[in-house]
């Protein structure tokens, strides 16, 4: 009896890892952050943030807008400087690390959490002259305050086309602080999480207040289980899944062709 040729059993050991069912498979992008709070506290009142892919690696930052009525402080793990709207371009070379932008009055630890756990980029920020033909651009202004005061804090970035990759705003308090992160990375296939958890309380209700008159309920009535058919010899009828039927289709190819080539060996000889 011939043996099947490696060839075959290779393609057969790389459809089954190509198509397993929860392969997930992680994909390189880009967070922007965006954090605001009070004057003077450390904690954070409000933050949003957004992600996009960068299949061709971290783009390099070019801050080419700034419409925030201040100066601010756009810094990498090589230096800073202090811009304001018409010191734009400042350009933040993020491929090896993070960046930041923020205002004067951010805690050190708003700036270090914007990093989402990344060191900060080593290449020193530079401002003015004429940004990298590839560089992604990133817009930030600050509106007007609302009736309570709060001014909405805007991000837009998009790539040197003018084509949209993502935007966030938060609110920024009166006098508050704000922080801007900008930090490659990795994130996986998004997988659902698990659903809301309701505290029970006594005597009846999910948590809400509005506890059951009746604490207890009425019995669910039981399902009936269908007999199974017989001639299956009592057990589950299983379904397989779509991969299934997929690397059974690659099994029956690839024995296929084995087939022949045997066949043809054999009239050969």
Do not use: C, Q
């Not at 498979?25 to 957004?50: C, H, I, K, Q």
């Amino acid at each position: 009896m011939r043996r099947a040729p490696a060839w075959l059993i290779l393609i057969g050991m790389l459809s089954g890892w190509v198509f397993a069912p929860g392969s997930a498979r992680a994909a390189d992008g880009f967070w922007v952050t965006l954090a605001a709070g009070l004057a003077g506290s450390d904690t954070a009142s409000a933050s949003n943030e957004f992600w996009f892919d960068t299949p061709h690696g971290p783009p390099v930052i070019g801050v080419n807008k700034l419409s925030v009525g201040s100066n601010v402080e756009a810094a990498t793990g090589g230096g800073n400087v202090f811009f304001s709207g018409v010191g734009t371009p400042v350009l933040l070379n993020t491929s090896n690390g993070a960046a930041y932008v923020a205002t004067a009055g951010a805690p050190k630890s708003a700036k270090t959490a914007s990093g989402k756990g990344s060191s900060l980029a080593t290449g020193e920020p530079e401002a003015g002259g004429v940004l990298p033909a590839d560089a992604a651009l990133l817009g930030i202004t600050l509106a007007d305050p609302d009736a309570a005061g709060v001014r909405t804090l805007t991000a837009s970035l998009t790539d040197a086309a003018g084509n949209p990759l993502g935007m966030a705003d938060v609110g920024v308090p009166t006098g508050g602080w704000w922080v801007i992160g900008l930090t490659p990375g990795a994130v996986d296939d998004p997988e659902p999480g698990p659903g809301p958890i309701v505290d029970p309380v006594p005597g009846g209700g999910s948590g809400s207040g509005s506890g059951d008159p009746d604490p207890t309920p009425d019995p669910e009535p039981e399902e009936e289980v269908p007999l199974p058919p017989p001639g299956n010899g009592g057990g589950p009828v299983a379904t397989p899944e779509p991969t299934t039927f997929m690397l059974m289709g690659l099994g029956g190819m690839t024995f296929g062709v084995w087939r022949r080539i045997t066949r043809k060996v054999a009239v050969t000889a």
